[in-house]
Nanobody
């Protein structure tokens, strides 16, 4: 069964860094664009970053540009989110997701991980 498993979340002080990892099972990982979403308490889930199938194309939400970097290793079926200069407003549950389309939106993602909690203290 194909699944996504996130890891790397935790508690960090403002200004700190975390690296999230998402491990994908299955043999077709490189066929899909991937995204990282987050959901803060009481807020809607939002796309934070996305990466194309080959990794050449990336997207970042304005709120994380210059601080977060998405990357992938298709040989290892992994996607990463390096988060630097973290702010309290980055707090939330972070989800890795697979998109059926070349673009990444929550509506076209058909496979989601269980999520990993990121908490940034001020």
């Amino acid at each position: 069964q194909v699944q996504l498993v996130e890891s790397g979340g935790g508690l960090v002080q403002a200004g700190g860094s975390l690296r999230l990892s998402c491990a994908a099972s299955g043999r077709t990982f490189s066929s899909y664009a991937m995204g990282w979403f987050r959901q803060a308490p009481g807020k809607a889930r939002e796309l934070v970053a996305a990466i194309s199938r080959g990794g050449a194309g990336t997207y970042y939400a304005d709120s994380v540009k210059g601080r977060f970097t998405i990357s992938r290793d298709n040989a290892r079926n992994m996607v990463y989110l390096q988060m630097n200069s973290l702010k309290p407003e980055d707090t939330g549950v972070y989800y890795c997701a697979r998109s059926r389309s070349s673009t990444v939106t929550s509506e076209v993602c058909d496979l989601w991980g269980q999520g990993t909690q990121v908490t940034v203290s001020s």
